[in-house]
Nanobody, 115 residues
Framework: QVQLVESGGGLVQPGGSLRLSCAAS????????MGWYRQAPGKQRELAAT???????NYADSVKGRFTISRDNAKNTLYLQMNVLKPEDTAVYLC?????????WGQGTQVTVSS
C-alpha cells in the first residue's frame, strides 16, 4: 500500500504561484497513474490534473493553461505547478495514486487564494 504526503500549500494572493509536491512511499511509484484533485468547502471533490505512467497529462478546463502536472519517478514525487492563481482555486488539494483500479489518497494540503 502506498502512502502519499502532500506539501507546498499555503496562502497566496490572486495572480500568484504555488508548487505542490506529493511524496510517495512506494518503490513502484512509476507504475501508478497519478493525479491532483481538489475539494472546496461545501463542494464535491473534482479532478484538477492527471498524469499517466507514460507521461500523458489531462487537465480540468478550469485549470488548463495555468497548472502543470509533472512527476519525477527517480524521486517518487508528483508535482503541481500552479500559476495565475484565482480565488476560486481555493481548496484542499489531494494527491491520488491509481494502479489496477485501486486508488490511494493523501491527506491533502490547503491552498488559499486571497488578497
Amino acid at each position: 500500500q502506498v502512502q502519499l504526503v502532500e506539501s507546498g500549500g499555503g496562502l497566496v494572493q490572486p495572480g500568484g504561484s504555488l508548487r505542490l509536491s506529493c511524496a510517495a512511499s512506494d518503490r513502484i511509484f512509476s507504475r501508478y497513474t497519478m493525479g491532483w484533485y481538489r475539494q472546496a468547502p461545501g463542494k464535491q471533490r473534482e479532478l484538477a490534473a492527471t498524469i499517466t505512467v507514460g507521461g500523458s497529462t489531462n487537465y480540468a478546463d478550469s485549470v488548463k493553461g495555468r497548472f502543470t502536472i509533472s512527476r519525477d519517478n527517480a524521486k517518487n514525487t508528483l508535482y503541481l505547478q500552479m500559476n495565475v492563481l484565482k480565488p476560486e482555486d481555493t481548496a484542499v488539494y489531494l494527491c491520488n495514486a491509481e494502479i489496477y483500479g485501486v486508488n490511494f489518497w493523501g491527506q491533502g494540503t490547503q491552498v488559499t487564494v486571497s488578497s
